[in-house]
T-cell receptor, first 114, second 110 residues
Framework: DTGVSQNPRHKITKRGQNVTFRCDPI?????LYWYRQTLGQGPEFLTY????????KSRLLSDRFSAERPKGSFSTLEIQRTEQGDSAMYLC????????????FGAGTRLSVL | RKEVEQDPGPFNVPEGATVAFNCTYS??????FFWYRQDCRKEPKLLMS???SGNEDGRFTAQLNRASQYISLLIRDSKLSDSATYLC???????????FGAGTILRVKS
């Protein structure tokens, strides 16, 4: 499978714990995006990378959230001191540097904070 | 005002029906436009890009009206398998984030 891969698919954690998610983009894609989706809403942008550079972060990305893409390939999203409001689907997408910027999504990581 | 607005539906239609969804966006500088489809508890998948001249892909037709900041999707001869949430998506700036509407739910019934 050469699509966007995300791990784990599901994560259940207790409030206050730290969690880390991983995204492996399509191999030739230099852009990588993180989104969050809650029930009944469309995905909301969190942050994006071009190669290893993090070029934009949303106001949604509080200081408890950090994302990295150290070698310009896979990316990790860490949430520290999780809160119940962090429960959501975390989606990763990747694209190439073309004008239309068509983004392809992974299956997501569903986070439940108890 | 939300950046991308859609009627949430649900639209309940019989098989074979024609159904149309509309979407408006607030930023006149938006660069590119898409419809994505999302099945329950799955990731969004690109259905089609939307071009100013309008474009068609089989039973699906998309239109863009930049003057009115309006995007539409027409589905002809609906199939049971078309049941999903349809997300209107706008790219505000080339290479940057996508902004999604909340989605329109379509249910096609036999």
């Amino acid at each position: 499978d050469t699509g966007v891969s995300q791990n784990p698919r599901h994560k259940i954690t207790k409030r206050g714990q730290n969690v880390t998610f991983r995204c492996d983009p399509i191999s030739e894609h230099n852009r990588l995006y993180w989104y969050r989706q809650t029930l009944g809403q469309g995905p909301e942008f969190l942050t994006y990378f071009q190669n290893e550079a993090q070029l934009e972060k949303s106001r949604l990305l509080s200081d408890r959230f950090s994302a990295e893409r150290p070698k310009g390939s896979f990316s990790t999203l860490e949430i520290q001191r999780t809160e119940q409001g962090d429960s959501a689907m975390y989606l990763c997408a990747s694209s190439t540097s073309t004008v239309r910027n068509i983004q392809y999504f992974g299956a997501g990581t569903r986070l439940s904070v108890l | 005002r939300k950046e991308v607005e859609q009627d949430p539906g649900p639209f309940n239609v019989p098989e074979g029906a024609t159904v149309a969804f509309n979407c408006t966006y607030s930023n006149s500088a938006s660069q590119s436009f898409f419809w994505y489809r999302q099945d329950c508890r799955k990731e969004p998948k690109l259905l089609m890009s939307v071009y100013s001249s309008g474009n068609e892909d089989g039973r699906f037709t998309a239109q863009l009206n930049r003057a009115s900041q309006y995007i539409s999707l027409l589905i002809r001869d609906s199939k049971l398998s078309d049941s999903a949430t349809y997300l209107c998506v706008v790219n505000m700036e080339y290479g940057n984030k996508l902004v999604f509407g909340a989605g329109t739910i379509l249910r096609v019934k036999s």
